[in-house]
């Protein structure tokens, strides 16, 4: 019931995000739209920010983990663009300038915890460099999806998806070669 609850605030935040800004959604409305007391939402979230969170992480980490595991590496990088395509809204604001830095930081995080989490999955501890190979990865593949987003979505999906793989570490290449959804042949 708890987790339903968290997710129907998230759910209808986002569908709030289509026709406002995060800044102009005021916890009042949300709640007014969810149809819950004020109060349930602080239950939930202390602040604007763990709802950000909590909507990226809903948006991200959920879909990517649960793909990267059965699909791969190229197909949780296709995942994660199509559903920025579905929230074009929530994303292009979350990246204007008063928010840039937050949504960079809560961004890579999920990311970086949805990758770790898969390797640590797939092939037990993880050393110190794959750590980082990971890290040095989801960093620059974010970037890159940064200034997608900030272009207006210019730009192919699956020859995005087709140049990250190439930029794939080799020290993390292992984990993710036998996967159907790995590309090879880019």
Same mark, same amino acid.
């Given at each position: 019931?708890?987790? *339903? ?9 986002? /569908?709030?995000?289509?026709?406002? &800004? ?27 920010? %763990? ?11 959920? &879909?990517?983990? !649960?793909?990267? =595991?059965?699909?791969? +590496?190229? %197909?949780?990088?296709? $995942? ?12 292009? *604001?979350? +990246? &204007? ?11 890579? =995080? ?13 092939? =037990? ?7 980082? $190979? ?5 960093? %620059? ?10 272009? =207006? ?8 998806? !087709? /140049? ?8 993390? $290449? ?6 159907? &959804? ?5």
């Amino acid at each position: 019931m708890a987790d *339903d609850t968290r997710q129907q605030i998230v759910q209808t935040f986002l /569908r709030l995000t289509e026709t406002r &800004s995060v800044a102009k959604i005021s916890v009042v409305q949300l709640m007014n739209e969810v149809g819950l007391e004020r109060e349930t939402y602080y239950y939930y979230f202390d602040d604007k920010y %763990a709802l950000i969170e909590a909507t990226l992480h809903t948006l991200l980490f959920s &879909s990517y983990s !649960a793909i990267l =595991g059965t699909d791969g +590496l190229d %197909a949780a990088n296709n $995942a994660v663009l199509e559903s920025i395509v579905q929230h074009q809204n929530f994303y292009k *604001d979350l +990246l &204007s300038n008063q928010n840039e830095y937050m949504f960079k930081r809560i961004y890579c =995080g999920v990311s970086l915890m949805a990758m770790e989490k898969y390797l640590a999955t797939e092939r =037990g501890s993880i050393s110190d460099d794959i750590k980082f $190979a990971a890290k040095f990865y989801v960093y %620059a593949v974010n970037n890159i999806v940064y200034e997608w987003v900030q272009q =207006g979505l210019r730009g192919d999906i699956d020859t995005l998806v !087709a /140049r990250f793989h190439q930029c794939l570490p080799a020290v993390l $290449a292992p984990y993710f070669i036998n996967l159907k &959804s790995t590309m090879s042949n880019h």
